[in-house]
């Protein structure tokens, strides 16, 4: 079973930028494809970001297309959100997540493992 664990959230202007983490353990994590969701206070969880085991696939919510970025790195097993331009409405609990590398373009369905969130502020 793999274990996710995120970091990297904080408090930050409108403007700024946060970059997250999300460290995986306990299976090959290039067999993994991998994916960021948020829920803000009062909402459901929304997909952010999606990116496929070898990298070279990725999603985005229109939300955020053109202002955040999805990376891996499979020596470090780790996958990184890469969020410019913050917003006020970007304010959530970020969950990284995983599921078994699955062929053709990666999607924001079936994701099964899940982290324990990270919390991002955005004041304006």
């Known amino acids: 079973q793999v274990q996710l664990v995120e970091s990297g959230g904080g408090l930050v202007q409108a403007g700024g930028s946060l970059r997250l983490s999300c460290a995986a353990s306990?299976?090959?994590?290039?067999?993994?494809?991998m994916g960021w969701f948020r829920q803000a206070p009062g909402k459901e969880r929304e997909f952010v970001a999606a990116i496929s085991w070898s990298g070279g696939n990725t999603y985005y919510a229109d939300s955020v297309k053109g202002r955040f970025r999805i990376s891996r790195d499979n020596v470090k097993s780790t996958a990184y959100l890469q969020m410019n331009n913050l917003k006020p409405e970007d304010t959530a609990v970020y969950y990284c997540?995983?599921?078994?590398?699955?062929?053709?373009?990666?999607?924001?369905?079936?994701?099964?493992?899940w982290g324990q969130g990270t919390q991002v502020t955005v004041s304006s």
């Open positions: 997540a995983a599921r078994a590398a699955q062929t053709g373009r990666v999607t924001p369905n079936e994701y099964d493992v």
């Open positions: 306990g299976r090959t994590f290039s067999r993994l494809d």
